[in-house]
């Protein structure tokens, strides 16, 4: 079966999510999660991308990705996910795939959607029942964000920048952030966040649709489609 067109450009903002076969834990201890993230500075050395966010759940990880001219996103996660596979399956005596097939990556508009790709991507551990608030998860970027807590990992981009004059304001206008959303509910709003192309405002859909939707599998198409009806007859009510 032919595979959906991967998108990929310089500049290009990345929504990546990468998973478990058969939704089997990539994740046993410290030691793997200490090991997938060494591989993360690794390649982000190698191809001079930028890490916004990330969170690593026991078996999928989300990646917020900002590609240069260095490597495609293709090439970024192929030579993660390789490396991070013949690690773990020597490290605990296994054989196998390790990933789910192909990994996902959506094309963020960075301008509407990226703070609210954090939060989602922060309140992961939340909605799957591992804490009650996102600053007590270890294996995520939300702690740097929210707290303060150094971590050389993630990259700080111009609209987290824009929060407050200085780290505190910043810190404390992503905790009001993140807890709004808290409050109304972790179930998120906007299903295109894990399932589409292409996520942002319309123009920025249509726009990045004109450029590629010729190329996308009929199949996809219609799931596109289908999504904008959904979000449609959400907006009429």
């Known amino acids: 079966m032919p595979h959906t067109l991967r998108v990929s ?3 290009g903002l990345f929504h990546v999510t990468t998973r478990g076969n058969n939704r089997e834990r990539v994740f046993y201890d410290d030691g793997d999660y200490e090991k997938f993230k060494a591989l993360l500075r690794k390649y982000r050395e190698k191809h001079n991308f930028k890490l916004y966010a990330y969170s690593l759940m026991p078996n999928h990880v989300h990646l917020l990705i900002e590609t240069t001219t260095t490597a495609s996103i293709s090439t970024i996660m192929h030579a993660l996910n ?3 596979a013949k690690y773990f399956n020597a490290r605990h005596g296994r054989v196998g795939h390790v990933w789910q097939g192909r990994f996902h990556s959506s094309i963020i508009d960075s301008e509407n959607y990226f703070l609210e790709v954090m939060r989602y991507m922060d309140l992961n551990p939340v909605r799957a029942g591992m804490c009650e608030k996102p600053d007590q998860y270890e294996w995520s970027s939300h702690r740097h964000f929210a707290l303060g807590k150094h971590d ?34 972790t179930e998120q709003r906007w299903p295109e966040l894990t399932r589409s192309v ?40």
């Open 9 to 11: 450009f310089a500049g």
């Open 82 to 84: 390789m490396s991070y």
């Open 152 to 185: 050389d990992l993630v990259d700080s981009h111009e609209l987290y920048d824009n929060l407050g004059e200085d780290a505190r304001g910043r810190q404390k206008e992503y905790r009001k952030y993140v807890a709004q959303r808290l409050e109304e509910g």
């Open 198 to 237: 292409f996520v942002g405002g319309d123009d920025f859909e249509s726009r990045m649709i004109r450029i590629y939707g010729e190329k996308i599998w009929p199949k996809y198409r219609r799931l596109l489609n289908r999504l904008y009806e959904l979000r449609s007859a959400a907006l009429d009510k």
